[in-house]
């Protein structure tokens, strides 16, 4: 850990206007103080946006908005996210601990970085932390990266659940910046490493994450978030999944299936969505559709083994969605 | 008065720990402490060619930056007769002695600043440059070699044979032969290891995690060139150890050498990544095991052979075959062990030290023989109990393994297990129930404390112990209770001071049986002393009274006639005699009965698991396990040790394992994010059950000690239970998803 200095942003404004070179937000802090005493990342500021009136959950117009300062905690328990969103409280529920999930913020959960462990210590080269330094994760400890998704540059895991699910969702995001207040799919926050991994969302210098917005169309959708992991609990998903679908008996009208935990970004199949529309649901369909999951996949050595428990985690939760055993 | 031994009391040191007022060693304040860390090595093999510090030099509050290139040559001397807990090969590292590198992690510099936040700054600013050279990283079976002389006179042969096994093995009605890997695992227990060194004048004072007060001086004192008389040692409470505070670790001896150079107490704590490298670990082990039977499962061949890494400054080695000798009756039974030079840290005791290791093995390699046979796996061990050790030719001092075999059996409802595996489910998950055997040797070494009884009616009892979370305070608590015959709340313990009676090492289960007979010898002694000071002519309360007519009984000097009405409490007896206080010190040691028994712990654990086939998840809803411990002091805290080891079970079992980049030589997941060990939910119904066992013949106290032998066969048994799900035999640990799913 570096020294640093430290603010508290009264309001949004003051937030951005102080978000200068070298500084950083701070919310919950369940990952940046690990990212600070690590020494993986060193600001020269640190804004602490915790006083910001963006928290709470409440109907605006055609979405259920969300601030982005909510805690994960008091965003799972809400009734409306419950009964109406359940995937998201599913996805919650599914995140850290009891205790993590007190602290942690929406915005920050979307915003968290890569688990990567060469990402994750500091003496090993990383083109996320490092531009140009290396990828040793391409033929290391690669058990649990990423199977879509990553170029020779970068194959770290996206770490979020929230996002699977608010993908599967459409959510959009309101983001407040220098320039003024703009709208985005959560869908198209993460960018692909690439050549650049170290740039890992659309988001501009100084710009903030301010809401979250659920669409009411997208509510009541039968829905499921599946996730494996070696624990029980508090761990990070080695593969995921989250379904909603729109269905007229048994019978498909449309799906949205997002896989998480097995690629660089939350991982939307569009394949497999379409393997399943207008179709109705039963085994066969679900595992036929499943099989296309991994399309694409581009697994190293170590982690090879994802793409049959990717497909299967996603044939999973299509199931546990539609209630078909 | 009912007996204290026995009593299920709470722990006596729970109040202080759940208020904050235990002081655990890094909690110690002395006036002026300022702050010390250390900068690791990032290469494997090779030498440091410069260490530029100006940087860190200029971060405000850094008072020093010790390397080889400044740091005080010390003697670094080895204790003629090595202690147990040392390797007896080669020699520990030597701190800032040279600029040899032999492992990524190593410490090669230390920064001492005001403030803990500026020393890691520094710390981090601290730029050493190599010259690397080529070093071990790999794992080569192919290239290991029989241990060195004085490490195999110590317990840990290369070789050990009895009958012809390899003879009677190819001529066995049914084999199996298999190989079985553990990997590196990691202690990870949550209190880091953190020094606390302070020198006043030639007098060094080290608060210090250690599991051993004692030997911690000795170590420090050989290392720095000093006599042991100038060093005192404090460890009264220890947040975790499992083996990882036997030893002193070199960075003890950075904490007393950067105090002495800043003339300041300095407190150095290692980071949880630096307590991958800084201390020891459990080697990585490979093991092939080939049993061979008759038809009616009687063992006629054992092979056991085992391989585990090893340093290449220090020969760190296990007992992993040792419990194979005498497991089981066989006549043939051939153990080889051998080790793997690399560029690492040195390993050291983790829990059941090869023990655990050799036990996962054995006990998957008899699951997969009464497979082999279609026979009942309970039904195999119990055809070929050992009624004696047959490696030492020696009877036991006292097994109950049978009684734990039926007891766990019963609770468990064993007969419920499904005979062909993948043919139970329940609730979409695959069933299945597996059992192991486990056993752990039953060990006392020498030890000594000293009593005294007070005119308030009190009693102290001393011993430099410790107490690394199993219960010492409580159990010694209760020992000197039940000898004296005072109550509980009349008694006090001391531990983990140098400047206390002489204790063993706290490890290998062996404090209860060493400390606890060292604690009733004195409350003995010190009840000779009261009733001479009743008999004493003209003050004594039973002036004239022969001394075979008196007793202690009840906190009391009386009649052994037992007249009501003249007996004089302990207290009442100082008091009338003008005494505050009267003490007395004792040594307990073993002695023939080393030669003429064996003597064990015995166990039997039984898992039931249940398997997401299609994800490959496996969870552990319900352990049993029956233990033979011999007398159980403390019922209550005896089952906490036992659900503690069979956690660690559960973590050996499906989720610890260190992961190990060659080509850096370095641990990648050396956090507790990454390594995992169980939560609470990875956790479902443990069930402990003590036989009836009270082992004389080992020891007056009756005891064997518990600790260690709960966490042994927890792997085995949820791994047979995996294959009685599934029809899957995984035999390398952990058995994860990946493993489930790779067919």
Known sequence: ?325 | MRSAIGQPISRVDGPAKVRGQARYAGEFQPHGLVHAVLVTSTIVQGRIIAIDDSEALRVPGVMAVISHLNAPRLPWHIPEQRPVVDPKAGEPLHLFQGPEVHFNGQPVALVIAGTLEGATEAAARVQVSYAPANGVTMFDEASARPPHPDTASAGRPGTTSRGDADAALAQAAVRIDATYRQPREHHNAIEPHVTIAAWDGDHLTLYDKTQWVDNDRQEVAHALGISESQIRVISPFVGGAFGSALRTWPHVIAAAIAAREVRRPVRLELTRRQLYSGIGFRPRTEQRIALGADRDGRLQAVVHEATAQTARYEEYAETTVNTTTKAYACRNVRTAYRLADMNINSPCPMRAPGTVTGIFALETAMDELAVALNMDPLELRLRNFADHDQHQQHPWSSNELQACYRAAAEKFGWHRRPQQPGTLRHDGKQVGYGMAMTMYPANREAASASVSVFANGTALIRSAASDMGPGTYTSMTQVAAECLGLPVDKIGFELGDTDLPVAPVHGGSITMASVGNAVMAACRSVESRLIDLARAPGSGPFAGVKLADLVCRDGAVMRASGAVGEAVPYGELLRRCGLSKLDSESHAEPGEEEEQFSSSAFGAVFAEVHVDAGLGTIRVPRLVGAYDIGRVVNPKIARSQCIGGMVGGIGMALLEAAEWDARFGRVMNSNLAEYLVPVCADVGELDVTFVASDDRNFNPLGVKGVAEIAICGVAPAIGNAIYNATGRRLRDLPFTPARLLAG
């Open chain 1, 1 to 325: 850990m570096r020294p640093f200095a430290y603010s508290r942003a009264p309001d949004v404004q003051a937030a951005i206007a102080h978000a200068g070179a070298g500084a950083e937000f701070i919310a919950g802090g369940t990952d940046m103080l690990q990212l600070l005493q690590e020494d993986l990342r060193s600001p020269a500021t640190l804004i602490d946006i915790n006083g910001l009136s963006l928290t709470g959950i409440g109907t605006d117009g055609d979405a259920l908005q969300i601030g982005a300062l909510t805690r994960l905690s008091e965003v799972a328990a809400h009734p409306d996210i419950r009964n109406r969103f359940p995937v998201v409280s599913e996805a919650l529920e599914a995140t850290a601990s009891a205790q993590v999930r007190n602290m942690a913020t929406v915005g920050g959960n979307l915003l968290q970085r890569t688990r990567c462990l060469y990402f994750r210590d500091a003496t090993m080269p990383c083109n996320k932390r490092q531009p140009g330094s290396g990828c040793p994760a391409q033929d290391g400890c690669n058990e649990l990266n990423a199977i879509l998704g990553g170029s020779a540059d970068c194959i770290a895991v996206h770490p979020s659940d929230l996002a699977v699910a608010l993908v599967a969702l459409d959510a959009r995001l309101v983001i407040a910046g220098p320039a003024g207040e703009r709208r985005i799919a959560i869908a198209d926050l993460h960018r692909l490493p690439g050549d650049a991994p170290h740039i890992e969302t659309v988001l501009d210098p100084g710009e903030l994450i301010t809401a979250v917005r659920l669409p009411m169309a997208m509510a009541d959708r039968k829905s499921a978030y599946v996730k494996v992991r070696h624990r029980a609990s508090f761990e990070w998903a080695i593969a995921s999944c989250a379904v909603t679908l729109s269905l007229s008996g048994q019978t498909v009208q449309d799906s949205r299936i997002v896989a998480g935990g097995v690629a660089t970004r939350p991982w939307r199949l569009p394949q497999v969505e379409a393997a399943l529309a207008g179709q109705r649901l039963d085994a066969p369909t679900i595992r036929a559709a499943a099989e296309t999951a991994a399309e694409g996949a581009a697994p190293r050595p170590g982690n090879a083994w994802k793409v049959p428990l990717q497909q299967r985690t996603v044939a999973r939760a299509i199931s546990t969605a539609a209630g078909v055993p």
